[in-house]
């Protein structure tokens, strides 16, 4: 006779099945085929037989449930309580747990088909090298969920409460993660492809070495994000609060920071293409070595940002609070500033080419040893304005009002000052062309 697994077995020899039987299960069509399975007996007796079509509305389910290199199909535990289920080289489908309390649950080598886990309280749910795809887990609290060497197709989460989770060596195809509080997620070695994450909370998410493609966080708090050695490609962040986030080694492909408040912003040797910052509160934004393409910062406030070795490729900053604005050997092409508050803003061994302020006012604008090419200040108020040996070609002031602006052994190439009222304009061991 065939067995449940569609295997040949001796019907003179006993039933494998020898485990407790002291719990019962709702559904009684456990492999989804008309007859479902029936347990009885206990102890040594525990035996698993096939009921006959419609049969009754409840099964008894063992403790310590253990199905090895099984095939399920339309598995369904309703309302069940799983003590140490292990399901050991195993294809998965359409596996469903509503309702349940998974303690221990572990899944080795598995293949996981549209598997769902409704409003479920899991507790170390072990998956180790499966493959899961359109594995749905909606309102569930997920305690230290280990995923190691998986793919992922599909796997989304719903108003989940994730604790401890991690991701090792794992290729994500649209992950989606929907109003989640994710407390520790850490996601090593990984490639993540169109990873979605919807008005979640995270709390040290760490992404060591992998290479990202079209992240979005949409309406998040973001505590202590790390991405080391990371590649990201249209990295999307709206509306989203940071506190620590820690960018180090990265090559970031259109970054967009959409109303979005950035504590300690940290970018270290990263290279910025298309990052774009819009309406946001920046509080010590950090970019070290970094390579910046395009940097668009448009309505922001900005509190000590700091550039060091870096080359700038047309960073536009429009209506924007600078604060302690630092910009250290670095290489700026077109820098446009329109309509900005200028705090403190260092440049320190700069190329500044065609770098624009317009409608701005400036305090305590430094440029020590820069070459300044097409400096255009348009209807502005500088404030102890200083640059020390400089050359600057085709230095414009419309309209502007400047206090104390001293130039120190500069050579000036085409300055003009157009309807200005200048106050103090000191010109030191200066040559005037």
């Given at each position: 006779?065939?067995?449940?697994?569609?295997?040949?077995?001796?019907?003179?020899?006993?039933?494998?099945?020898?485990?407790?039987?002291?719990?019962r299960?709702?559904?009684?069509?456990?492999?989804?085929?008309?007859?479902?399975?029936?347990?009885?007996?206990?102890?040594?007796?525990?035996?698993l037989?096939?009921?006959?079509?419609?049969?009754?509305?409840?099964?008894?389910?063992?403790?310590?449930?253990?199905?090895?290199?099984?095939?399920?199909?339309?598995?369904?535990?309703?309302?069940?309580?799983?003590?140490?289920?292990?399901?050991?080289?195993?294809?998965?489908y359409?596996?469903?747990?509503?309702?349940?309390?998974?303690?221990?649950?572990?899944?080795?080598?598995?293949?996981l088909?549209?598997?769902?886990?409704?409003?479920?309280?899991?507790?170390?749910?072990?998956?180790?090298?499966?493959?899961?795809?359109?594995?749905?887990?909606?309102s569930?609290?997920?305690?230290?969920?280990?995923?190691?060497?998986?793919?992922?197709?599909?796997?989304?989460?719903?108003?989940?409460?994730?604790?401890?989770?991690?991701?090792?060596?794992?290729?994500?195809?649209?992950?989606?993660?929907?109003?989640?509080?994710?407390?520790?997620?850490?996601?090593?070695?990984?490639?993540?492809?169109?990873l979605?994450?919807?008005?979640?909370?995270?709390?040290?998410?760490q992404?060591?070495?992998?290479?990202?493609?079209?992240?979005?966080?949409h309406?998040?708090?973001?505590?202590?994000?790390?991405?080391?050695?990371?590649?990201?490609?249209?990295?999307?962040?709206?509306?989203?609060?940071?506190?620590?986030?820690?960018?180090?080694?990265?090559?970031?492909?259109?970054?967009?920071?959409h109303?979005?408040?950035?504590?300690?912003?940290?970018?270290?040797?990263?290279?910025?293409?298309?990052?774009?910052?819009?309406?946001?509160?920046?509080?010590?934004?950090?970019?070290?070595?970094?390579?910046?393409?395009?940097?668009?910062?448009?309505?922001?406030?900005?509190?000590?940002?700091?550039?060091?070795?870096?080359?700038?490729?047309?960073?536009?900053?429009?209506?924007?609070?600078?604060?302690?604005?630092?910009?250290?050997?670095?290489?700026?092409?077109?820098?446009?500033?329109?309509?900005?508050?200028?705090?403190?803003?260092?440049?320190?061994?700069?190329?500044?080419y065609?770098?624009?302020?317009?409608?701005?006012?400036?305090?305590?604008?430094?440029?020590?040893?820069?070459?300044?090419?097409?400096?255009?200040?348009?209807?502005?108020?500088?404030?102890?304005?200083?640059?020390?040996?400089?050359?600057?070609?085709?230095?414009?002031?419309?309209?502007?009002?400047?206090?104390?602006?001293?130039?120190?052994?500069?050579?000036?190439?085409?300055?003009?000052?157009?309807?200005?009222?200048?106050?103090?304009?000191?010109?030191?061991?200066?040559?005037?062309?």
């Amino acid at each position: 006779m065939y067995n449940y697994l569609g295997a040949w077995r001796d019907p003179r020899q006993p039933h494998p099945w020898r485990r407790e039987c002291p719990n019962r299960l709702a559904h009684p069509y456990l492999l989804g085929r008309p007859g479902g399975l029936r347990v009885s007996g206990s102890g040594a007796g525990c035996r698993l037989s096939q009921w006959p079509a419609g049969g009754p509305d409840a099964l008894e389910l063992p403790g310590e449930l253990q199905l090895h290199s099984a095939t399920l199909y339309k598995l369904q535990l309703n309302s069940a309580t799983l003590y140490e289920l292990q399901v050991h080289p195993a294809t998965l489908y359409e596996l469903q747990l509503h309702s349940a309390t998974l303690n221990e649950l572990q899944v080795h080598s598995a293949t996981l088909h549209e598997r769902q886990l409704h409003s479920a309280n899991l507790f170390e749910l072990l998956l180790h090298s499966p493959t899961l795809y359109g594995l749905q887990r909606h309102s569930a609290a997920l305690y230290e969920l280990l995923l190691h060497s998986t793919t992922l197709y599909e796997l989304q989460l719903h108003s989940a409460t994730l604790y401890k989770v991690q991701l090792n060596s794992v290729t994500f195809s649209e992950l989606q993660l929907h109003s989640a509080a994710l407390y520790k997620l850490q996601v090593h070695p990984a490639t993540l492809y169109e990873l979605q994450l919807h008005s979640p909370t995270l709390y040290g998410l760490q992404r060591h070495s992998a290479a990202l493609y079209e992240l979005l966080l949409h309406s998040t708090t973001l505590y202590e994000l790390q991405l080391h050695s990371a590649t990201l490609y249209k990295v999307q962040l709206n509306s989203v609060t940071f506190s620590e986030l820690q960018l180090h080694s990265a090559a970031l492909y259109k970054l967009q920071v959409h109303p979005a408040t950035l504590y300690e912003l940290q970018l270290h040797s990263a290279t910025l293409y298309g990052m774009q910052l819009h309406s946001a509160t920046l509080y010590k934004l950090q970019l070290h070595s970094a390579t910046l393409y395009e940097l668009q910062l448009y309505s922001a406030t900005l509190y000590e940002l700091q550039l060091h070795s870096a080359t700038s490729h047309e960073p536009k900053l429009h209506s924007a609070t600078l604060y302690e604005l630092q910009l250290h050997s670095t290489m700026l092409y077109e820098v446009p500033l329109h309509s900005t508050t200028l705090y403190e803003l260092h440049q320190h061994s700069a190329t500044l080419y065609e770098l624009h302020l317009h409608s701005a006012t400036s305090y305590e604008l430094w440029m020590h040893s820069a070459t300044l090419y097409e400096l255009q200040l348009h209807s502005a108020t500088l404030h102890e304005l200083q640059v020390y040996f400089a050359t600057l070609y085709e230095l414009q002031l419309h309209c502007a009002t400047l206090h104390e602006l001293h130039l120190h052994s500069a050579t000036f190439y085409g300055l003009k000052l157009h309807s200005a009222t200048l106050y103090q304009l000191q010109v030191y061991s200066a040559t005037l062309y």
